[in-house]
T-cell receptor, first 121, second 111 residues
């Protein structure tokens, strides 16, 4: 079974703190994603990465940065946490589009971690 | 920009009834469509993935159809059970591996 592990289920931080959210996947997936989920707004993509050291901005990258030094690990960084970053953060991973196209049996399903509920006070 | 809509936002059904959940999307240039389930406070679990060239996928009591030209997908859950109570999310993937999500159908199955 694919496993996507987020380092914390719950976090409480203070305004202005630097916050690291860690995500590890064990399926050798190329793609990794960070989303936030808020009531009434649904899931919104913050950043994603399709390879080590590669990153792409999603829909709401402001106030966030990411790091992918190893294929299995994707970190989300809040440089200076603010109260409007209180949210549920979800990490996901998937095969790369091109691989699934060359191997029809493979599917680039996105597999999600359990989520980190972050409160910024 | 792709927009994904799920109606209704919430519904309740008696146990044993069939569930029908609808999803619509604005841009038909999709790579695949995925249905997920989310329990309160938890992550998402993949239920079904339909490639853009397919019309439907089935898994147990679940069946999902895709009409790409009209921008619609429907998830059917046969003979609903209380354990089916959850939020169901529809998402479409573009050619850049990115998913656009609907806001979900919150389902309650009443015993």
């Amino acid at each position: 079974d694919v496993k996507v592990t987020q380092s914390s289920r719950y976090l409480v931080k203070r305004t202005g703190e630097k916050v690291f959210l860690e995500c590890v996947q064990d399926m050798d997936h190329e793609n990794m994603f960070w989303y936030r989920q808020d009531p009434g707004l649904g899931l919104r993509l913050i950043y994603f990465s399709y390879d080590v050291k590669m990153k792409e901005k999603g829909d709401i990258p402001e106030g966030y940065s990411v790091s992918r030094e190893k294929k299995e690990r994707f970190s989300l960084i809040l440089e200076s946490a603010s109260t409007n970053q209180t949210s549920m953060y979800l990490c996901a991973s998937s095969l790369w589009f091109g691989i699934s196209a060359r191997h029809p049996g493979a599917k680039n399903i996105q597999y999600f971690g359990a989520g980190t509920r972050l409160s910024v006070l | 920009k792709q927009e994904v809509t799920q109606i209704p936002a919430a519904l309740s059904v008696p146990e044993g009834e069939n569930l029908v959940l609808n999803c619509s999307f604005t841009d038909s240039a999709i790579y695949n469509l995925q249905w997920f389930r989310q329990d309160p406070g938890k992550g998402l679990t993949s239920l079904l993935l339909i490639q853009s060239s397919q019309r439907e996928q089935t898994s147990g009591r679940l069946n999902a159809s895709l009409d790409k030209s009209s921008g619609r997908s429907t998830l059917y859950i046969a003979a609903s059970q209380p354990g089916d109570s959850a939020t169901y999310l529809c998402a479409v993937m573009d050619g850049n591996n990115r998913l656009a999500f609907g806001k979900g159908n919150q389902v309650v199955v009443i015993p």
